[in-house]
């Protein structure tokens, strides 16, 4: 099973393989049951885990690093349903740089939670995919951090490109 496979789905707790999308939702497999079962688009949205990032004190990391971290700690990983304050005290020790200000307790014990999900499917989730190139999330990463481009000017009252083009369209100025 590969990291770039698991998301996250909102409306439903533990983590999921994405089998297969569809226009109007995915078949995901649940990583704790192994029940498959077909999750509407319309009342649920996905994130896949390689492009979550978490709040950190310089720039925002990826929540492969934090997991990354969490796997060399030698530290005791607490339950995942305990107080705001061990969990706190726990994230300091094994990722200082994490923004405990806007980081909140909840989502502390869900990265404990999915952590724990990760190592009982021995799921590596190393920023790198099986065939040895970088993953999605470090290739947005990248793209990110290069200098923008600018947009061309408008010739002749015409747009140039196809976001103009929306704005325009709606009488938007």
Known sequence: MEYTKIISVTGLGGLYE??????????????????????????????????????TV?????????????????????????DGKELKIYFEKVYPDLDLDRVYASDMKK??????????????????????SESLADEKAKANKSPKKELAPLKEGKPLNPTTRKIESRGVK
């Not at 990265?111 to 040895?132: C, H, Q």
């Open 18 to 55: 994405l089998i297969t999308s569809k226009a109007d939702g995915a078949v995901v497999k649940s990583l704790e049951d192994n029940s498959t079962r077909f999750v509407s688009g319309r009342q649920h949205n996905f994130s896949h885990l390689e492009s979550i990032e978490v709040f």
């Open 58 to 82: 310089k720039e925002n990391s990826n929540l492969s690093e934090l997991f990354t971290a969490m796997k060399n700690s030698e530290e005791k990983i607490p339950d995942a349903n305990a």
């Open 111 to 132: 990265m404990v939670k999915w952590y724990e999900i990760l190592r009982a499917n021995n799921i590596d989730f190393s920023n790198k995919t099986p065939d040895g």
